[in-house]
């Protein structure tokens, strides 16, 4: 792998200079304080000084709801309209674990176009960042990312070490040669690895992964669901900010101006009441604890038997996002050793205020 | 800084391939059959599936639904499917007239694996709708005769009005080489010529039945299965050749919505033919 050092005042030049001809998403802070990922006009709009996103970078590649053809009788048109090359900035290293758990999920068995023409035509340029109290990715292996990336700026303090990740990310720095410094001193290395060490320490919770494929199979009749289940408002939250939940809904609505169908795919939640419903009103999983178990069947189980990971990269978004603290850190800390009464407890006393 | 559109030339697995209804009446007051074609020909004679299997298919304007295939591969060119009015997709499909134009993409799912049920006694028990996947490999089964054992099969339904296939069903009790029992629930026609009882009460007539060599297909109403079931373990057939069809929302068919999920498991990818064996260990199902 080849590094480079890049001085921090030549960071936006260079982003200027690559994104001729594509959108370019960073993250910026909203009003309220929270960061989101969007399409860059003024480069003053960048905030690096963020944990997460409200929404994960899922929503660039395939959007909460798109086209996926218009139709008439005769004939069904694709539209790859969401199709446009882009180049996504600052995404931290769960993030990016996240879009190689999707590369994946979206290649097996069958090939999702509308998710591989997006990625095809992205490019991924990574960034360093400092956990918080949610933060849980050294917990699920994905703190360090050593592929999936085109570029990945470690910062320091006055500078960036800029790891090429693929040969797009090559060609994108010979754009400006005389930005990148070949000549990495031993300071600069002593530097990077204090900045690692410090921030391995630096985080305050765990969860053990690996136990959890075995727990979630004992504990699969344990009175924690039916809990878990009462306080749970199925609003969907926890699907739509993960990075790795994908299930979407279809619909078909004509348009009799045009005298064409357009047929649209829009994000869905396990978590919701419609979504395990079939003909004649019979529903699979009426209660919430049930659906609440397919979400951390997927998170904690299955995809692990599957791929040999588990489908959380612990970006600690429905840590922050869930209203009634039932999230991938609780459900976690319940199977593994906390009794039912203490979650309980503590939902009465933190939730119900 | 603005993202330029792409030309996509990559195939697309959610694209439906035209189909013309070549014919369809109705089975029975909400189950209409249905003839279909792809329109392409090409097309229409390389589309190779296995009994079980299902395709999604779609009507402009309301939606795409998936629906067992009721045809056998060993006809190839024209498929047949049966279909319920019970929603917005179904009812605009019962809608269409002989000539019209739908959407139809698949084959998908894991089918009937008749390769290794060849040699083997085969029972085939159906109630209701369950007809439509079972019909495939009924039909399948006695285009190849000479590959399979003894062929039975157990037909149920409500009433006689209610009994899908019924005609065709009868004309097969003349063959020798099926042994084909049917039952209604209730007669209220009183002129029902066969047995009348829930179609657990048709297993005594089948007499002399090889368990270990045997395998069961059921597909039914969920009430259904379990006195089946029941009553083919009592029967000492192996839980692993006793296959069933599960029937799970989907709305892609190619793994990717999420919809059919059981536990672990996509009924689109990994069903929606399964042993009861693996159904046991299904602990959504449990
Ligand atoms: C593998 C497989 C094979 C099948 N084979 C056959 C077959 O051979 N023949 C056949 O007739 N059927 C078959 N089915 C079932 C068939 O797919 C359904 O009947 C069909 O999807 C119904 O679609 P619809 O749009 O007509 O009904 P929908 O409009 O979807 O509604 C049907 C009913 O479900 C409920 N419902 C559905 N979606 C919602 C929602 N979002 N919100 C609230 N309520 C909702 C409603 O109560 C409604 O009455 C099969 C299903 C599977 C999975
Ligand atoms: S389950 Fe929670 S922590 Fe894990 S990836 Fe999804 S949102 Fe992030
Ligand atoms: S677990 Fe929380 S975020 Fe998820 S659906 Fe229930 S209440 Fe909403
Ligand atoms: S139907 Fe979409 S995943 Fe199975």
């Known amino acids: 792998m080849r590094i480079f050092k890049l001085k921090k005042e030549y960071l936006f030049p260079f982003l200027e200079s690559i994104s001729e001809g594509a959108d370019l998403w960073a993250p910026t802070k909203k009003p309220e304080g929270k960061h989101s990922f969007q399409i860059i006009k003024d480069f003053s709009q960048i905030d690096l000084d963020y944990t997460r996103t409200i929404l994960p970078p899922r929503k660039i590649f395939l959007p909460p709801s798109f086209n996926m053809f218009k139709a008439t009788e005769k004939k069904y048109e694709a539209d790859f309209s969401h199709v446009t090359e882009k180049i996504i900035f600052g995404l931290h290293p769960c993030d990016i674990h996240a879009i190689l758990i999707m590369d994946q999920f979206y290649k097996h068995h069958y090939n999702d176009p509308y998710y591989i023409e997006a990625r095809n035509n992205t490019l991924i340029l990574g960034h360093s960042c400092w956990p918080d109290e949610h933060c849980l990715c050294k917990s699920a292996g994905t703190d360090i990312i050593e592929e999936g990336y085109d570029l990945f700026f470690s910062e320091l303090e006055k500078e960036y070490l800029v790891w090429i990740g693929s040969s797009k990310g090559d060609d994108l720095i010979r754009r400006k040669p005389d930005f990148f410094d070949e000549n990495i001193t031993d300071k600069d290395i002593q530097k990077y690895i204090e900045w690692r060490e410090e921030k391995d320490k630096a985080f305050s919770v765990s969860i053990d992964f690996k136990n959890m494929p075995d727990l979630m199979e004992l504990k699969y009749q344990d009175p924690l669901w039916e809990k878990l289940g009462q306080a749970c408002l199925a609003c969907g939250s926890c699907s739509n900010v993960c990075p790795t939940c994908n299930c979407y809904n279809i619909n078909d609505k004509p348009f009799l101006t045009e005298n064409a169908s357009h047929i649209s795919r829009c994000w869905d939640a396990c978590t919701l009441e419609s979504y395990s419903e079939v003909a004649g009103g019979e529903n699979f999983r009426e209660a919430r604890s049930l659906r609440l178990k397919l979400y951390y069947t997927h998170k904690l189980q299955a995809y692990i038997s599957k791929y040999g990971k588990p489908a959380c990269v612990g970006c600690g978004r429905c840590i922050e996002t869930c209203p009634v603290d039932i999230n991938i850190k609780t459900v976690a800390q319940s199977l593994d050793n906390e009794t039912v009464d203490a979650f309980w407890d503590r939902f009465a006393k933190e939730v119900t205020k | ?286």
């Open chain 2, 1 to 286: 800084m603005n993202g330029e559109t792409k030309n996509i030339i990559q195939e697309n697995p959610f694209m439906p391939e035209p189909a013309r209804i070549v014919r369809t009446y109705h089975l029975t007051d909400d189950v209409k059959f249905f003839q279909v074609r792809i329109t392409d020909m090409d097309k229409a004679l390389s589309f190779k599936y296995d009994t079980g299997q299902f395709a999604m298919i779609s009507v402009l304007g309301a939606g795409e639904a998936p629906f067992s295939i009721s045809s056998t591969p060993s006809r190839p060119g024209l498929l047949e499917f049966c279909i319920r009015k019970t929603g917005i997709v179904t009812d605009s499909i019962f809608r269409l007239k002989e000539n019209s134009l739908i959407g139809l993409r698949g084959p998908y799912g894991k089918g009937f694996p008749t390769e290794k049920m060849e040699g083997k006694d085969i029972i085939i028990i159906m109630g209701g709708l369950g007809a439509a996947p079972l019909r495939s490999v009924l039909l399948y089964c006695l285009d190849n005769r000479n590959l399979f054992n003894r062929v039975i099969l157990l037909h149920g339904a409500k009433r006689p009005s209610e009994m899908i296939f019924r005609e065709e069903f009868f004309a097969l009790k003349e063959r020798d080489d099926l042994e084909c029992y049917m039952s209604v629930d209730e007669d209220d026609t009183g002129q029902w010529p066969e047995n009348v009882g829930v179609v657990t009460t048709l297993f005594p007539k089948v007499k002399d039945l090889d368990a270990e060599n045997t395998v069961a297909l059921v597909c039914g109403p969920p009430i259904m299965y379990k006195f089946v079931i029941n009553e083919l373990i009592k029967l000492d057939i192996p839980k692993d050749q006793i296959l069933m069809t599960l029937e799970r929302r989907m709305k892609c068919g190619v793994g990717k919505c999420g919809h059919c999920a059981i536990d672990y498991i996509y009924t689109c990818l990994d069903g929606p033919v399964f042993t009861y064996w693996d159904v046991l260990h299904m602990r959504e199902l449990i």
